[in-house]
Structures are given as C-alpha cells and as structure tokens.
C-alpha cells in the first residue's frame, strides 16, 4: 500500500531515518521548548518545582516527544521497520502522542473559548494556534515507529485525568486571559479521553505499516 495511517509513511520515513532531518527536527523542538517555557516563566515561581512539568503543559509534550524522537538516534541510517518496540518505549511514545495531541487540541479549544481575548492578535492568537496545530501534525509521525500496551494507555489516561484535576482543582491551568469557568474544565477532560482514544487507534494494531508504504 502507497500510505498508511493519516500521514504518508514516505514523509515519516524521510524524517526519521535520516540524520539531518531527524537531527533537525530534535532541535526545532528543543528550540520550540524553551520558547513555550518563557510563556509560563513568570508564574512558575508560585508553583512547585515538583508540579512544573505538569503545569508547563506545552514544554512538557516537547519534551516526551524530544526523547521520543531521540531513541531513534541509534538507529539512523536504517529502516523504521527496524527499530525495537519495546515495554518502556511503549511507555514513553505513547505519552509522547497523548500529551502533544492534548496540548494542540486543548490550545484551539482555549483560545476560541476566550476568542474575544485573543482574536485577532497575529502572534497571540494565530501564531499559537498555528504553532499547537504542528504538535497534532508532529505527533503523527508516532505510529511509524511505536506501538503502545493497555498498561501505557492506562498511565497515559491517569496522567491526564491527574493533570486536568491540578490545572482546574488547584489552579494550575496554563495562565490565561479570561476566567476558564466550567466550559474549558470538561472540555479539557474529553480531550485528556480522546487523546488517549486516539493513541490506542494509531499505536495499537499490533503491526507495522510495510515497508514499502
């Protein structure tokens, strides 16, 4: 088959098995991180050191997805059909595709539910929009390397659902420029589910896409 899955396997596989664009892809991220980590720079001193990676929702799923990314390392120059699946890979890739699924979905939702706070700033609402959208894009690239297990879809599910209770019970929600109410908190629970709904879609049909896809 010429593709598989929602992005062509020939546009996965010339991103992650060779070196300058794989290369290049880790430091766009790293680069993408820091720039999301001074958007919560300000507030992170109110919020415990141990709770920041799940305040710093949007650093965060660069991150998992950064080491993600970075286990192929070793294997650059080969197949994708070639590089190990593993129980803790499993682990990681899938809360890798979860959290930048979340956090890209989440962000639209967010800025349209406060559209009035945002609209129509170039940077403070399209620029973000657009940037969040890439996180959905990038994380389509998971499935050509990945696979997932109930085990780390049932951690990827209460990590969320964990994150979703310290945003809207404790406060810590990404800063905002409206009152979040009760709207974005339920919105923010059925993305946490259907994130993790669409990993178990994409990780979990116990086989690689063919080579040749």
Do not use: C
């Not at 098995?17 to 991220?29: G, K």
């Not at 949007?58 to 192929?72: D, H, I």
């Not at 559209?115 to 959905?136: E, Q, R």
């Not at 969320?160 to 908190?185: C, I, M, T």
Request: aromatic share 14%.
């Amino acid at each position: 088959m010429s593709d598989w899955g929602p992005l062509p396997r020939r546009y996965a596989r010339y991103y992650l098995e060779q070196t300058p664009s794989l290369v290049w892809l880790l430091v766009v991220n790293a680069v993408a991180m820091l720039v999301g980590v001074r958007y919560y720079v300000e507030t992170m001193p109110e919020v415990s050191t141990f709770l920041w990676p799940l305040y710093a929702d949007s650093p965060a799923a660069l991150f998992l997805m950064t080491l993600s990314l970075a286990t192929l390392l070793p294997f650059l120059g080969q197949s994708l059909d070639d590089v190990p699946l593993t129980t803790p890979l499993a682990y990681l890739h899938t809360l890798a595709l979860v959290w930048l699924v979340k956090m890209g979905l989440w962000t639209v939702l967010a800025l349209n539910l406060g559209f009035d706070a945002y609209f129509p700033a170039p940077w403070a609402y399209f620029g973000i929009i657009v940037t969040h959208l890439g996180f959905v894009a990038e994380g389509l690239l998971v499935p050509h390397y990945a696979r997932t297990t109930k085990g780390a879809l049932a951690v990827a599910l209460v990590l969320a659902l964990v994150n979703d209770a310290l945003d809207y019970g404790l406060g810590y929600y990404p800063p905002l420029r409206y009152d979040p109410g009760l709207a974005l908190p339920l919105a923010t629970v059925v993305l946490s589910v259907l994130s993790v709904a669409i990993a178990w879609t994409l990780l979990s049909d116990g086989k690689r896409p063919e080579s040749g896809s």
